[in-house]
């Protein structure tokens, strides 16, 4: 019997979908599930007449597989990737390859890297993007991990992956160890920014501008013929025009309370971590934390009855302001995450390639979006860019969209619609672009009360300065650090 081109461990829904784009690549797929009755129920189901083989213990999954193995993990994330790589090892020979599918923490991908190649054989941790059918169609994957291993599942994971319109693959190598789950951690982290962003626009229309379900779906579906043409546009313009049963609108009978299942907190943490500014996608995971308050909303929604007041200026003309306040604040998002990448990628020792990031986002993935080759193109012309709001079309592009983004901001204020991410991407644009910021007096308190220490204007950088600021204080100072 031929043996199969690679395995995969866990057949829930993605792990099935998986395996079903590969057999339709020309691949032969070797299964193993925990529970083996969902091997055999796959098998001779879904999977019935295909190249595919099912396999009721590690080892029979090793002994099908062509040298060296691949072995696709498709298992939920944590302690359970630990035990089943340490069972495989059992089983494996040197120079074999353990990938992990799962949204595993980059943290532990560099661990589990380092581990996997002291036993001598390879590893790779991709992030897989797109969600059940991404995963069944073409998902867009960011491996990384061992280069060693890269030739050996290039074929495969290129193969399966989503396309973009002239056939480039939405995968390609990300960089070493952790690299590939740090950028889908990135990636997860702008999709909570893109999608309170979407979310707010929608709360602006619906309370501030009194639209109805039908009459927003209509201005979904014009905004998706713009620069935000995107996935989640896409589905956002279907949302509001799927109706239940009764005929009245789904989405108004969905209880306010969203959920998350840790990658956009990590990345805030990642960001704390690295002291990057990522205060768009920060608030967009508070935002969610506080949607989940839902008992205490409503008691305090009693206590302080607040009323919205009738809009009482040029409809049309804001519905688009929020349109262009939505782009600006979408540019910002992904500056900031890119910011995130570059920063880490210094201090991991990375060398990611920042348009061939954006390239494997353009397909597959949640935040796909024509945008993204706009920043393909940024990183193109200088792959040294230190920040995307310095690219040329992103510094044109926002000066053109300052003035309605500062209309939509101040009217979210006034009115009292809250707006998290738009407003704080707003203060984080005229933060990175204000020469003097009041720091100055934030490192004068700094000195005062814990002989910090500072730098001073008139002296090279590097140089620091303790003033005794009471005059009874000593002139001893706190040894210097960066908080």
């Given amino acids: ?7 995969l461990i866990g057949l829930a829904v993605m792990g099935e979908n998986l ?37 009721h213990s590690l080892k029979e999954l090793a002994d099908s597989l062509e040298k060296p193995r691949k072995v696709f993990l498709m298992v939920k994330a944590g302690s359970a990737v630990d035990g089943l790589i340490d069972q495989l ?3 494996l020979e040197p120079g074999d390859i353990i990938i992990d599918g ?19 054989l390879l590893y790779i941790g991709t992030g897989v993007s797109g969600g059940e ?4 169609k073409g998902p867009s994957l960011m491996p990384g991990g061992s280069p060693a291993a890269w030739p050996a599942v290039k074929p495969i994971l290129q193969a399966i992956s989503a396309k973009v319109e002239d056939g480039s693959p939405c995968c390609d190598w990300v960089g070493e160890n952790g690299a590939g789950h740090f950028v889908k951690m990135v990636h ?41 043409d995107s996935y989640l546009i896409e589905i956002t313009r279907d949302i509001l025009a799927y109706k239940d049963t009764d005929g009245e609108p789904m989405v108004e009978k969905i209880l306010d309370t969203a959920g998350q299942k840790g990658t956009g907190k990590w990345t805030g943490i990642a ?15 508070f935002a969610r934390c506080l949607s989940a308050m839902k008992e205490e909303r409503t008691e305090a929604s009693r206590a302080y009855d607040r009323q919205i007041p009738a809009f009482t200026g040029d409809r049309q003309a804001f519905i688009e302001a929020i349109r262009q306040a939505l782009y600006a604040s979408k540019i910002i998002s992904y500056a900031q995450g890119y910011t995130l990448m570059r920063t880490a990628a210094a201090h991991y020792g990375w060398n990611l390639n920042y348009g061939g990031i954006a390239l494997m986002w353009r397909g597959g993935c949640i935040i796909r979006s024509v945008f993204l080759g706009k920043i393909k193109e940024a990183y193109d012309q200088d792959p040294q860019l230190s920040n995307l709001l310095m690219a040329p079309y992103f510094r044109d592009t926002l000066k053109r969209l300052i003035p309605a983004w500062r209309k939509v901001a101040a009217a979210a204020m006034e009115y009292g619609i809250p707006a998290p991410a738009m407003t704080s991407a707003l203060s984080y644009f005229d933060g990175y672009t204000t020469e003097r910021l009041p ?28 003033t005794n600021w009471t005059g009874h204080g000593g002139n001893t100072a706190a040894s210097t650090y960066n908080a």
Wanted: hydrophobic share 40%.
């Fill in 89 to 91: 090892l059992e089983v």
């Fill in 102 to 120: 799962g949204n595993s923490h980059f943290p532990d991908t560099i661990r589990r890297t380092d581990y996997v190649e002291s036993k001598g």
């Fill in 439 to 466: 720091a100055n007096l934030l490192q004068a308190q700094r000195d005062y009360f814990g002989a910090h220490t500072y730098e001073r204007v008139d002296a090279p950088r590097g140089t620091f300065f303790h």
């Fill in 188 to 228: 997860n982290g702008i999709e909570y920014g893109d999608m309170q962003l979407i979310c707010e626009a929608y709360q602006l229309m619906k309370c501030l501008l009194r639209m109805s379900d039908d009459e927003m779906h209509q201005v979904f579906r014009q905004w998706n013929e713009t620069e935000l």
């Fill in 133 to 136: 059918e991404g995963a069944l």
């Fill in 1 to 7: 019997m031929k043996k199969a081109d690679i395995g």
């Fill in 19 to 55: 395996v079903m784009n590969m057999e339709s690549k020309g691949f032969t797929v070797a299964v193993f599930n925990r529970t083996t009755e969902k091997v055999d129920s796959f098998v001779q189901g879904r999977a019935a007449g295909k190249h595919i083989i099912g396999c």
């Fill in 271 to 285: 960001a704390l971590e690295e002291g990057v500014p990522l205060t768009l996608i920060g608030e967009a995971v």
